[in-house]
């Protein structure tokens, strides 16, 4: 496959987890971005049915409790949706590709995404009527965008449902933006705001301190733009197949995320603060 410019370069390279390991020992603040599907739980066929393991609950309970360390998790689902899931109370969330988010128990809705909700309604019952043929198609819809989900759908019938399904949305509005990611079509509003903005907007509300380490992993094309703001300033690690990506360095799965996760939890444990242990 071929490679970005720079080469990507891969998270579990000792040089790289040595550095990772002595600025985790020497930030004053941690702040963890973590996207969801594909990032801290492996993708399902049906979105619903994709929960958290034990382990990485027990992990992400860890990690919201250490002192100096703050947690956001990103998703393009629902707001109702993901608490189902992250059902902490002191962790950000970041919800609907950066419409919605939720921080220090206050809700935030782009205030034009929220003037959508109507709209998105509409164009629901319009695309299951047009994919009503295809059971395995799933529409959903998450207030201010939608999702169809078309993972389960027979693969001879994948390029029909794409085709009617952009067809369907750019003769509604030819204005809402539609983006392709793995096996679902996005339908969002047509406002430059994403997970990167969200990002941004977090970090403005608590200033950091010069020496904080900001760390953004995420698997989707969504995540692009959020890698795109830490550049310079964070460690920003893709997961997934190497393919075309804005982050500095990639690991191969959720297991590799979860590896970094332990290895923040270890570090940034008290007892443990003043010793390098690779
Ligand atoms: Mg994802």
Do not use: C
């Amino acid at each position: 496959m071929k490679l970005n410019n720079p080469p990507h370069v891969p998270f579990k390279q000792i040089d790289i987890w040595n550095n990772f390991s002595k600025r985790l020992l020497s930030s004053s603040k941690v702040e963890l971005f973590l996207d969801y599907d594909g990032t801290i739980t492996p993708i399902h066929k049906t979105p619903s049915e994709i929960i958290l393991s034990s382990d990485t609950i027990h992990i992400l309970q860890q990690l919201i409790q250490l002192p100096n360390v703050r947690v956001t998790i990103l998703t393009g689902r629902s707001m109702k949706d993901i608490r189902k899931f992250i059902p902490f109370e002191n962790i950000r969330l970041v919800a609907n590709h950066g419409f919605h988010i939720y921080m220090d128990g206050n809700e935030w809705v782009h205030p034009d995404a929220e003037s959508s909700f109507p709209k998105m309604h509409q164009l629901q019952d319009i695309l299951l009527t047009a994919l009503k043929s295809f059971s395995n198609v799933f529409v959903e819809n998450k207030q201010f965008t939608l999702g169809i989900h078309y993972r389960n759908a027979a693969a001879k019938d994948t390029p029909i449902v794409k085709e009617l399904t952009k067809k369907n949305i750019s003769s509604f509005d030819p204005k809402l933006v539609i983006t392709e990611s793995k096996e679902v079509i996005e339908v969002q509003p047509p406002i430059k705001w994403g997970k990167g903005n969200a990002v941004s907007k977090i970090l403005k509300v608590h200033p950091y301190p010069h020496n904080s380490l900001k760390i953004y992993i995420g698997d989707d094309i969504t995540d692009e733009d959020a890698f795109q703001v830490l550049k310079s300033s964070g460690i920003t690690i893709y997961v997934g197949e190497i393919s075309e990506t804005k982050a500095q360095y990639y690991v191969e799965n959720v297991k590799e995320v979860l590896q970094i996760l332990r290895m923040i939890i270890k570090l940034r444990t008290h007892n443990s603060s003043h010793r390098l242990i690779l």
